[in-house]
């Protein structure tokens, strides 16, 4: 009988990673298709100076409306895109889309803002990067200094010689480079020196259980001042409350973004929260 139930268990096991691998193929399939579908839109998460609450820039975030399924998480499709190098051109998609947006943000009033873009492993150490975002720069009239660049300290471990040098050619073009989802990778913190890197972004982990958890609160405020010590920014993602705001303001964060101030939003409703002047000390 047990070997039985170990057939039939076999037999499900087969039958289980037989469909994982057709939807994902499936899904790779839709994938190829999407950008020329127009299957992709951007929302736009804002980033707000902590102290006055005024909203400085915002972040780009890719969104997937698949016909049948409807909207699929980046957190599913991006890594799928990485491995098929669909992200290439998806991703040339996003910093033009992007660009272009926060251009016309400038154009109605609001001229300071910048945006920043998630960029994948893929993207960064393709050849012709500063050459692309060069192109698109000049296309769309976005100011470099406008532009930010979100990166995952893994991502630039992997190929640290090549990494340092595209660091430096967009540093050199003005544009800024963040470190994402900052604290959650395995690379030591010597990188931080050897890199051209202006921003830390706290990741959202850290930020969840403050004030309660005070081994996050002790890891965020150090993240803080070490990054102030070192001469960079600090942004903390994923705030949601008010005392995770005042918690931030205590510890002279600069800037933040999270469900507290707002989600990502399509342009049309990031537009309306502009105008409206939402400001942190109002929410
Ligand atoms: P990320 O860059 O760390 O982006 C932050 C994620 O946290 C976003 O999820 C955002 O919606 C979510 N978030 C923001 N505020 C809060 C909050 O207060 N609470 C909670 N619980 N979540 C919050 P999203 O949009 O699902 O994106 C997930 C990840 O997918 C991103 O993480 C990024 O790594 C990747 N991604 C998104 N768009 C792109 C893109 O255009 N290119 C690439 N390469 N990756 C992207
Ligand atoms: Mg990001
Ligand atoms: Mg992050
Ligand atoms: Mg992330």
Redesign the pocket.
């Known amino acids: 009988r047990a070997k039985e139930s170990g057939k039939n268990n076999y037999q499900f096991y087969v039958a289980e990673m037989t469909t994982l691998v057709s939807e994902r193929l499936a899904l790779e399939n839709d994938l190829r298709s999407a950008l020329e579908r127009g299957e992709f839109s ?2 736009y ?1 804002p980033i707000a100076d902590c102290r006055s609450g005024a909203i400085v820039g915002m ?5 997937w409306k698949h016909p049948e399924r409807g909207m699929i ?3 599913l499709f ?1 890594p799928l ?2 491995e098929t190098g669909y ?1 290439i051109p ?2 040339e998609w ?1 910093l033009r889309t ?1 660009c272009e947006q926060c251009r016309g943000w400038q154009k109605a009033g609001f001229p300071s803002l910048y945006v920043a ?4 492993s893929r ?1 960064f150490h393709q050849k012709d990067l500063t050459a692309s975002i060069h192109r698109i720069l000049q296309e769309t009239g976005l100011d470099p200094t406008r532009l930010g660049l ?1 990166i ?1 300290e893994g991502l630039i471990m992997q190929q640290a010689e090549a990494s340092v040098n595209t660091l430096r050619e967009l540093k050199a073009m003005g544009i800024r480079i963040s470190i ?2 900052f604290g959650t990778g395995y690379s030591s913190l010597s990188y931080l020196k050897r890199f051209p890197i202006d921003v830390l ?1 706290i ?2 982990s850290f ?2 259980d403050i004030p309660k958890d005070e081994d996050d609160a002790a890891i965020a405020s150090t993240i803080i001042t070490m990054a102030h010590s070192l001469g960079l920014k600090v942004v903390a ?4 409350t008010l005392e995770q705001l005042n918690f931030m303001r205590e510890h002279h964060c600069d800037t933040m ?4 101030l707002s ?2 939003l399509p342009p049309d409703q990031f537009t309306a929260l502009l105008k409206n002047g939402t400001r942190l000390d109002v929410a």
């Open positions: 951007l929302n998460q972040e780009a975030l890719l969104r998480s980046p957190a991006i895109a990485e992200i998806i991703g996003v992007a873009v998630n960029l994948s993207q979100e995952t994402d989802d972004k990741d959202q930020v969840r993602e994923g705030v949601e973004q999270g469900y507290y989600k990502p």
